[in-house]
């Protein structure tokens, strides 16, 4: 009888020869955790233990090694499904993880994005083109300069204006003064313009604090949230977007590492999973270093269909630039949210000047691509 | 004026000539995330832009760079310091973090091991020798065959019994159900024998459901929890600590990832700061890479003076024997907990006997490390 099992890809480091015997010692380890030998109980052998069911030869040398992981090893935790993915095995070099797939009863469990892109839609009113996406900083703002950031972008017509994900509750601006302000400055924008620009702070801390924080968000009329899930775990997130199913959450890579979980995988599907209504990535030719195909397979596992699961809006982002706005929107087209930061304040008092041109250019419908 | 900072050191593999340019992008993006000229503020320029102190090109062409990270970014929140430390850069393949220093106000505010390596030496009556450890193995086992394992390995007078990383919540074996015969069993068998095994569970999920989970463990006695910080977040790791001030954690490296931070800084000062009083790493000449140099590295600084802080026990496992015993001891010395699991259980129906084998040559007085 086939087992409802949780398919995992892994490229191995090593030489063909030891392929098969290196995706054992996987399947071991990422399972029962001891050698086949001792274990003892049948039911375990049949049901528990990870089964290598493909391994296929590359042309760089390296292996992929298609694993089987029961479902019951999991047990409906986001963190124990990361722990069974790639919880041991990634303290080992030769081991990276290259993509999943879940069982159905699986996706249902954890859920996925709350809204997905067509709730984001309807939250901002943004349609039949790219959302745009701003930042918050630098962290050392007071709230009155964080506070007038969000004037300046709300009235520009930026659809969501996040808090970066270097603010916490530092004493110099701290969360519940930051947040008031912050989403009271987007509404008065908002009831001047008729326009649904969105403010999403910055979550911190524990499931605790992050239940608390939302609770003072949502009494000042907060929609959206951003979230570092590596960061907080992967559990605390998937709990709290559970617990708050009209709530938009923005999911922030930081903390991801580098191509050990390759990134379609960690920022394409577990996010979504997990609940990610919009997932940040680093796009090429900014800040990181992630090729192209990378960024578009990022883009694809958010969009495509997956157990019902909603779709989530993939977000460029990490030095992008209004300049770039007609390429990046040829690139991903319009379920896209564009997310451009620094290179806004740069403009320093022509912000408000180069935020609307950043609308503007996203806007544009002789550019939108086909 | 010296800003009360973090000190943190990166390896950059760039060219020597890219060097100190590449430690100034860096800075930004581990501070104020955003171009410098768009920073407006004098204040965020002097106490918050994270400062490049030092630069020093090395043998291996590669560049160290030590950087100064204002304390106000982090907030005293676990995961912010991890957020400030590695969280954006952690994203760009060229930086490693290679070590770490904290002022002492930073360290008390996360506080460090609850009892450290006296305190769990108090709690076990384990003196003058090292600690021995096992794992409940393997996941899919029914609460019967554990409680089993328990009390024979209890009788055999084995100081810390802990849950396989692995174990959750799974249907099969409840944490409720788990707990409660584990520790009974223990229990039982240190009232036979007068020793004081401690049995310690895995946690799982978020803040809350720990919080819960911690509360049942302790209705039944239980004096000692199995964390992976990095699954459930360092923040949530810290809160629990706090919260249980008499509890003992024994922290997993699950998900650490192989060397974008250095095993010696991660498992070495960082677990310690928030909390552990033992850490797990896998050793030398198991199923983990990890050099000899690295693991000495880890063990030090877990046992090394620091700002007060208690000294947590290194635990060197992953895919230890009873036969290795001897060369472990030699090496770690005295302060050190031993974790054998799965070479015991490959003993199968000679368990008790082999669980004995590995008390009584890690006891073996002629061996002692001088």
């Given at each position: 009888m086939p087992r409802d099992d949780i398919s995992a890809v892994y490229r191995l480091n090593v030489s063909p020869a030891m392929a098969a015997h290196r995706a054992q010692m996987l399947a071991l380890e990422q399972s029962v955790?001891?050698?086949?030998?001792?274990?003892?109980d049948r039911r375990v052998l049949d049901e528990v233990l990870a089964r290598v069911d493909r391994i296929e030869p590359q042309a760089d040398g390296t292996s992929l090694a298609r694993l089987q992981l029961a479902c019951e090893s999991v047990g409906e935790d986001a963190g124990q499904l990361m722990n069974m993915l790639f919880?041991?095995?990634?303290?080992?070099?030769?081991?990276?993880?290259v993509d999943i797939e879940v069982p159905a009863s699986l996706a249902q469990a954890f859920?996925?994005?709350?809204?997905?892109i067509d709730g984001l839609r309807r939250l901002t009113?943004?349609?039949g083109r790219p959302l745009t996406c701003t930042a918050l900083k630098p962290?050392?703002?007071?709230v009155d300069q964080l506070a007038d950031l969000c004037r300046t972008f709300a009235q520009a017509g930026i659809d969501v204006v996040k808090d970066d994900h270097?603010?916490?509750?530092q004493a110099g601006s701290p969360f519940a003064e930051r947040v008031a302000a912050c989403q009271r400055l987007v509404q008065e924008a908002n009831a001047a313009s008729g326009r649904r620009t969105l403010y999403a702070p910055s979550l911190y801390g524990t499931h605790v604090q992050m239940q608390r924080q939302i609770e003072l968000a949502r009494t000042h009329g907060v929609g959206a949230v951003l979230i570092a899930p590596l960061v907080c775990g992967v559990a605390t997130f998937n709990a709290l977007k559970r617990e708050h199913p009209d709530l938009a959450f923005i999911a922030h890579p930081a903390f991801?590492?580098?191509?050990r979980i390759a990134p379609p995988v960690l920022l394409g599907k577990l996010f979504r999973l997990f609940g990610a209504d919009a997932v940040i990535f680093p796009n090429h030719g900014g800040r990181f270093t992630y090729p192209v195909q990378t960024c578009q397979d990022i883009a694809r596992n958010n969009r495509a269909p997956w157990h019902g699961l909603h779709p989530a809006l993939p977000v460029p982002a990490g030095g992008m630039s209004v300049e770039r706005v007609p390429e990046i929107r040829r690139e991903y087209g319009v379920d896209t949210m564009l997310l451009i930061g620094g290179s806004l304040l740069i403009?320093?008092?022509?912000l408000a000047e180069r935020s609307r041109a950043f609308v503007e250019a996203v806007a544009a419908p002789d550019e939108v691509a086909a």
């Open positions: 955790e001891m050698p086949l030998e001792a274990v003892t919880g041991n095995c990634s303290l080992q070099p030769d081991v990276e993880l859920g996925g994005p709350n809204l997905g009113g943004a349609v962290i050392g703002s007071t270097g603010w916490a509750n991801g590492g580098a191509a403009a320093r008092e022509k």
